[in-house]
Every structure is written in C-alpha cells, then in structure tokens.
C-alpha cells in the first residue's frame, strides 16, 4: 500500500503552503469546470490526512469511486503544479523566460514573426545578463526557423551572424555540460567511498582532473564554467584530503556568487551548498575565527526570503547550518552543550523526512553518535550507532565503517569485553571487506584485541604506546583519514590522563585560539 513516503501526490500537496493551498482553490474556481468539484475534493481529503491510506481515503469519500481514483489523482498533480506555475512568476528568471518564449512561439504561430523577433532578442539580453546560457540557444533555433522559412528582411547577414552566435553556445553549453559531468562523478565518487583511501583511490580521482574539459576551461570567464570547474577541484581536493585546496576552491566557489549577487536567487542550491563546504574547509583547516564569521553569515541567509519562501532551500539550510553547528562543538570540545541541539534536530529530521536524502541522515546520526560519545554517554552513542549499522544502504562505505568501529570502542569504554570478542572479528571482517584498513586501523584492532584482560595499571603504559605509534601518522594524508571521523588521539590522552575527553578537546582549542590572535 502508498504510504507517506511514496505516494507522489500526497506528497506534493503536503508540501504547500497555506497561501499555495488558498491559491490553488481560487486558480480551480477560476479556470474549472463544475466536473472538477471531486479533484477540489480529493485535494481536501488527502490535506486532512496525516498518513496516506487508500482503504481510508474511498471509505470517507464514497463518490469518488475506486476505478476513478488513478486518473483523479493524475489531473489533480497536473492541476497543483499549473496553480503553483501561475504563483510568482516574477520571482523566478527560468519561468520568465519560459513565458517569453511561450509568448514569442504563440506570435509566430499568428505569422506575426516581426514581433516574435522583437521578444526573442529581449529573452536574448535577459538570459545573457542572468547567465541562462541554455534559452539563448533555445532564442536562436526560433531565430533561424523564422529566418529559414520566411523573408523578414530584419537585418543583413542574419545567416551568417546567427550561425556563429550558435556555434558559440554549442562551444560554451559543451564544456559547461563536460565539467558538470566531470563534477557529478566526483562527488559521486566521494558519495559511494567517502575520502580516499589508499594510493589506488587518489590515482582513481586524479583521472577526473586530467580530462580534456579542465584544461579547456582555465581561460574561461563565464559564471557556470567557472562554478563547475570549481567544484571539480574543491571535490577532488576534499576527497584527498588536501584541506588547504580544499579552502581555497570553496572560498572561489563562494566569491563567484558574491562577485554577481544576483546568481544566489538563481542558482541558490549551489551557494548554499558553496557556504556549507567553505564552514567545512574552515572547520578541517581548524580556522576559528573564519568558521564563526561564516556560520553567522550563513545563519543571516538562511533568514532571508530566498530561503524562507523555499522549502528546498530552507531544508538545504537547516541540514547545513547544523552539521556546522554540530563541529563546532567537536571543535570546541563542548560536547555536553551540543547536546542541547539533539532534539531540535531530532524534530526537524521527522519533519522533514519525505524530503531528506539518506546520506544526510547518516551523517546527522554519526555526529549525534560522537556527540554522545564525546560527552560520555557511550550507551547513547550506540544507540544512533546501531540507526547506521543497521540500515541497509549502499553509500558512504566509509560511514559505515567508522560507526562500527566507534560503536565498538563504545563498548570497551562501556566495558562489554565478552561481547567485544565478536565485534572485533565482525567489524574487522567489515573494514577489510571494504577496503578500510590503514596502518592506523590496524593499530586500533591490535590495541583493543590485546587489552581485554589487562589492569588499569598494565593498561595506561598500552595507551601511551598506542599513542605513540599513532601520533605520527596524523601528518600522512592518507592515514590521517582515519582521524577525520574518529578523535583518536584525544580519546588515548584522555585515557592516558584521565580526564574526560572533552576536556582533552577543549584544552587544544583554547591553544589553538590563543594562537590565532
């Protein structure tokens, strides 16, 4: 049976509005026949619905029968999003244009093609000064049909000088489509394995930067070029943990949207998502004062009606202006505070459930989890652990991996040592199966397998050995993945001091700080 989470129309009309509602009662009564009454009244059956029930849905409205169900509900989705299309317009360039080249194709059709030029080169100038490279093409096909077909005499060489215009946008819509590509595989790359692992995984994600489209794209000046190319590097970089590049890829991400303002109403998904990795860089990088500066900028946009009129980019907001409120307790070592945020999240997650891609939620249950964790509590930290472990997915190997592995340190903290036998055969079996095992890894099993039988006094000299061996490693690219999910160190000199972790944490950032002034 439909549910919630997979019937499309119930889904759509619980992401309106109340204005949006209101407005598509008027747009039916405007533009309906009375044969619409049933499509007006399945909208307010399935409105007052909290979970999606068919059974339920023809029981409470007996003259809607169920052989008219499927054909009722496809006119009604047609009917939303015609009312949705006609809600401000103004507001969006892509249904601007789209209106304008609906209008310039309907004065044609009356073979009144002089005025069909007029407000094509209009569309022309508008798509230029907004970077919609894709309706100038659109533009010219008209152009040339009319100019094909009929004698206009609207200007000399219209061949010739049409031609060229269109060999231009074919260059430029070629290589802005190679790098969106190359930027897709990337980060669907990192999406499947997360950070590289190993010399084979970097060799893998050097490929992408070796194709033809970044090297043609070096003198480019236009906006989506440049995006793209951006965000090859920023993700090539991200995912070989070269932080430095990393920075400095996100921070030209975000200054091409700041050098044309206008782009972050039109392209909003992409700034947001150029803000949430440039906190992340600041973050990797340990630059204090620039993270906060950027969460406050970031938080000021999230209040701004670009946002707040679109669930999208309200949803894209939420999910990122947490997680960056989330690592700055990880960086600031106040792990107890941050769980403050917990239910907040918790709420919003539910809230926002029919929209949340699966890897997102992973990552909010592995922060809460280290948050827990952090803070002391390692029976809570299992239990999101377990939310990972136990769901099925096949993305973020690498999240999958380190949940276990911290939900098996979890229970050595916890001291469940007859359970721990199995987990370490079981988790080392899992890591290796996926490719997961580093020197740093392989040091931690070593560590935990040998230390179940030992005293609190045989114990410490094994942590500062632990330590010891592990300390180096922080500085190989490579093997300083492992450090990325998992403070291993700091647990070690919390142990090794016995102090609380947070404590080990927050006694290195108010170093780092003093520092930085």
Same mark, same amino acid.
């Given at each position: 049976?439909?549910?919630?989470?997979?019937?499309?129309?119930?889904?759509?009309?619980?992401?309106?509005?109340?204005?949006?509602?209101?407005?598509?009662?008027? !747009?039916?009564?405007?533009?309906?026949?009375?044969?619409?009454?049933?499509?007006?009244?399945?909208?307010?059956?399935?409105?007052?619905?909290?979970?999606?029930?068919?059974?339920?849905?023809?029981?409470?409205?007996?003259?809607?029968?169920?052989?008219?169900?499927?054909?009722?509900?496809?006119?009604?989705?047609?009917?939303?999003?015609?009312?949705?299309?006609?809600?401000?317009?103004?507001?969006?360039?892509?249904?601007?244009?789209?209106?304008?080249?609906?209008?310039?194709?309907?004065? +044609?059709?009356?073979?009144?093609?002089?005025?069909?030029?007029?407000?094509?080169?209009?569309?022309?100038?508008?798509?230029?000064?907004?970077?919609?490279?894709?309706?100038?093409?659109?533009?010219?096909?008209?152009?040339?049909?009319?100019?094909?077909?009929?004698?206009?005499?609207?200007?000399?060489?219209?061949?010739?000088?049409?031609?060229?215009?269109?060999?231009?946008?074919?260059?430029?819509? #070629?290589?802005? #489509? /190679?790098?969106?590509?190359?930027?897709?595989?990337?980060?669907?790359?990192?999406?499947?394995? #997360?950070?590289? =692992?190993?010399?084979?995984?970097?060799?893998?994600?050097?490929?992408?930067?070796?194709?033809?489209?970044?090297?043609?794209?070096?003198?480019?000046?236009?906006? +989506?070029? =440049?995006?793209?190319?951006?965000?090859?590097?920023?993700?090539?970089?991200?995912?070989?943990?070269?932080?430095? #590049?990393?920075?400095?890829?996100?921070?030209?991400?975000?200054?091409?949207?700041?050098?044309?303002?206008?782009?972050?109403?039109?392209?909003?998904?992409?700034?947001?998502?150029?803000?949430?990795?440039?906190?992340?860089?600041?973050?990797?990088?340990?630059?204090?004062?620039?993270?906060?500066?950027?969460?406050?900028?970031?938080?000021?946009?999230?209040?701004?009606?670009?946002?707040?009129?679109?669930?999208?980019?309200?949803?894209?907001?939420?999910?990122?202006? /947490?997680?960056?409120?989330?690592?700055?307790?990880?960086?600031?070592?106040?792990?107890?505070?941050?769980?403050?945020?917990?239910?907040?999240?918790?709420?919003?997650?539910?809230?926002?459930?029919?929209?949340?891609?699966?890897?997102?939620?992973?990552?909010?249950?592995?922060?809460?989890?280290?948050?827990?964790?952090?803070?002391?509590?390692?029976?809570?930290?299992?239990?999101?652990?377990?939310?990972?472990?136990?769901?099925?997915?096949?993305?973020?190997?690498?999240?999958?991996?380190?949940?276990?592995?911290?939900?098996?340190?979890?229970?050595?903290?916890?001291?469940?040592?007859?359970?721990?036998?199995?987990?370490?055969?079981?988790?080392?079996?899992?890591?290796?199966?996926?490719?997961?095992?580093?020197?740093?890894?392989?040091?931690?099993?070593?560590?935990?397998?040998?230390?179940?039988?030992?005293?609190?006094?045989?114990?410490?000299?094994?942590?500062? /050995?632990?330590?010891?061996?592990?300390?180096?490693?922080?500085?190989?690219?490579?093997?300083?993945?492992?450090?990325? !999910?998992?403070?291993?160190?700091?647990?070690?000199?919390?142990?090794?001091?016995?102090?609380?972790?947070?404590?080990?944490?927050?006694?290195?950032?108010?170093?780092?700080?003093?520092?930085?002034?």
């Amino acid at each position: 049976m439909p549910n919630r989470s997979t019937d499309s129309l119930f889904q759509l009309i619980h992401s309106l509005e109340r204005s949006e509602k209101r407005n598509f009662k008027l !747009y039916m009564t405007r533009n309906s026949a009375s044969g619409d009454l049933k499509v007006v009244q399945l909208f307010d059956a399935l409105d007052k619905m909290k979970q999606y029930d068919e059974e339920q849905l023809l029981v409470r409205n007996p003259s809607i029968q169920k052989q008219q169900l499927s054909n009722l509900k496809a006119h009604l989705y047609r009917e939303i999003l015609a009312s949705l299309r006609l809600l401000n317009p103004e507001e969006n360039i892509d249904l601007q244009l789209h209106e304008q080249l609906d209008f310039a194709r309907i004065l +044609y059709n009356k073979g009144l093609y002089l005025q069909s030029l007029k407000i094509l080169d209009r569309i022309k100038d508008l798509a230029r000064a907004n970077n919609q490279v894709t309706y100038i093409l659109q533009v010219l096909f008209l152009e040339k049909k009319i100019e094909a077909l009929h004698i206009t005499r609207s200007m000399q060489d219209r061949a010739e000088k049409l031609s060229t215009e269109v060999e231009e946008i074919n260059q430029r819509l #070629g290589l802005i #489509g /190679n790098l969106s590509n190359l930027s897709l595989q990337l980060y669907s790359w990192y999406i499947k394995n #997360g950070h590289a =692992r190993n010399a084979e995984d970097t060799a893998a994600v050097d490929v992408f930067l070796n194709a033809p489209a970044i090297q043609q794209s070096k003198d480019a000046k236009g906006f +989506y070029e =440049r995006l793209y190319r951006y965000q090859c590097y920023c993700w090539h970089a991200f995912i070989t943990q070269n932080f430095l #590049g990393y920075y400095r890829y996100c921070q030209k991400w975000v200054d091409l949207f700041e050098a044309e303002p206008k782009m972050i109403e039109i392209e909003t998904a992409h700034y947001i998502k150029g803000m949430h990795n440039l906190m992340g860089a600041h973050f990797d990088l340990r630059n204090y004062q620039k993270f906060n500066e950027t969460i406050e900028v970031f938080e000021k946009f999230m209040h701004s009606p670009t946002v707040q009129d679109n669930r999208n980019n309200l949803i894209q907001t939420f999910v990122y202006l /947490n997680i960056s409120k989330l690592n700055k307790h990880f960086m600031e070592g106040t792990f107890t505070e941050g769980l403050e945020l917990v239910p907040m999240i918790e709420e919003k997650l539910q809230e926002y459930e029919i929209y949340m891609d699966r890897h997102r939620i992973l990552v909010f249950y592995y922060k809460i989890a280290s948050l827990y964790f952090g803070s002391g509590d390692a029976d809570k930290s299992i239990d999101y652990l377990n939310k990972i472990i136990n769901w099925k997915v096949d993305l973020r190997t690498d999240l999958q991996c380190y949940a276990r592995l911290l939900h098996l340190i979890a229970h050595y903290e916890l001291g469940n040592f007859d359970l721990l036998e199995y987990l370490l055969k079981s988790v080392y079996r899992f890591m290796s199966k996926m490719q997961n095992l580093s020197i740093v890894e392989e040091e931690i099993f070593a560590f935990l397998k040998s230390s179940f039988r030992l005293t609190g006094r045989q114990l410490k000299p094994q942590f500062e /050995n632990l330590l010891n061996r592990l300390k180096p490693l922080e500085k190989n690219r490579i093997e300083s993945r492992a450090f990325m !999910y998992l403070d291993i160190i700091s647990w070690l000199e919390s142990k090794i001091s016995d102090v609380p972790v947070q404590a080990v944490i927050r006694k290195k950032y108010l170093a780092g700080l003093k520092m930085q002034e």
